[in-house]
């Protein structure tokens, strides 16, 4: 599995430049570095390596080079199920860091494919690693960002398993809204720029089921739907509807797990790589669609 190469663009700038003009940039640098720990850390990274759309920007089971911050773009995360056939568990939006499914095993855990022309910030894994030990505050803001990304994941799990498909896709809308909105994009208009069977996949639902349902939002007035163009109409019911299932209470757990995955920063590489993500979890319960 290590031989696999990423296939990916290789197209890079140097520019160090980037950082300094990004509005993203919160996202990827903790506050109250002070100037040496600001310069040593963007020292590090490899701004603007541009990722093609299907092109991979990891592949599953390659060794972790590097964590990437999405820059501009869309990707999404995929595994093979029992079947070999693709099972997409997330989706990825600028701002966010990738990768991170990678830290506990020291290998990646699933494919990483852009949705659209992309581009990633790139920071050295092994030296991020150092650096994170001599700087807290880079520490805690990586667990920060493991935290909210496992938080994502569980969420996912709970979606798959304890909800009906019209709460999926509501969640599913409201989430992708809400994460859009923090990044200072409209809170009621959407572009989805990955497919209706791309969306079933993550949701665990049939090309139709998702279809059907964008219709009867449509009809009852709660979204307005123009081919990839979404927008919010009725907030409220779109909220009661997410609402309908039930809340899972992850900020703890995702917590704890984020921790522990951090106190593992492997020194040596392990010698196996075992299903312990919660990736490999969703994955496991994948392949029921509902109807």
């Known amino acids: 599995m290590g031989s696999v190469q990423p296939m990916v663009d290789s197209w890079v700038s140097t520019s160090r430049s980037a950082c300094a003009a990004c509005n993203l940039r919160p996202d990827c640098i903790p506050a109250g570095l002070n ?4 310069a040593r850390l963007e020292g590090l990274i490899t701004p603007r390596h541009r990722v093609r759309r299907g092109a991979y920007l990891c592949r599953a089971g390659t060794d972790l080079q590097s964590l ?7 990707l999404k995360s995929a595994i093979a ?9 997330g989706f990825h939006l600028p ?15 699933s494919d990483v494919i852009a949705l659209e022309d992309s581009e990633v ?30 938080g994502r994941t569980h969420r996912a799990m709970l979606v798959l398993g304890s909800m009906r498909a019209e709460e999926r896709v509501a969640t599913f809308l409201r989430d992708l809204a809400a994460r859009l909105h923090a990044r200072g994009y409209s809170e009621t208009q959407l572009v989805l720029r990955m497919t209706r069977a791309e969306i079933g996949s993550f949701l665990g639902l049939k090309l139709e089921t998702v279809s059907r349902t ?4 449509q009809r009852d007035a709660i979204i307005e739907v123009q081919g990839k163009d979404i927008r919010i109409l009725d907030a409220e019911n779109l909220k009661a509807l997410a609402a309908s299932g039930t809340t899972p ?5 995702a917590a704890h797990e984020a921790e ?32």
């Open 95 to 109: 701002g966010e860091l990738l990768g991170l499914d990678a830290i506990a095993t020291g290998r990646h855990t």
């Open 260 to 291: 522990v995955i951090m106190h593992r920063f492997p020194a040596q590489r392990p010698v196996q790589l075992r299903a312990t993500t919660a990736e490999r979890a969703l994955a496991a319960r994948a392949p029921a669609l509902a109807d």
């Open 121 to 150: 910030c790139r920071f050295p894994f092994a030296q991020l690693q150092e650096l994170s030990r001599e700087i807290p505050t880079l520490a805690q803001h990586l667990r920060r960002l493991m935290s909210s990304e496992l």
């Open 81 to 89: 199920d029992q079947e070999g056939r693709e099972q997409i568990i």
């Open 68 to 74: 990437s911050a999405l820059r501009c773009g869309s």
């Open 35 to 38: 100037a040496r720990e600001l």
């Open 214 to 217: 964008f219709s009867n939002f």
């Open 249 to 253: 209470q992850c900020a703890a757990p």
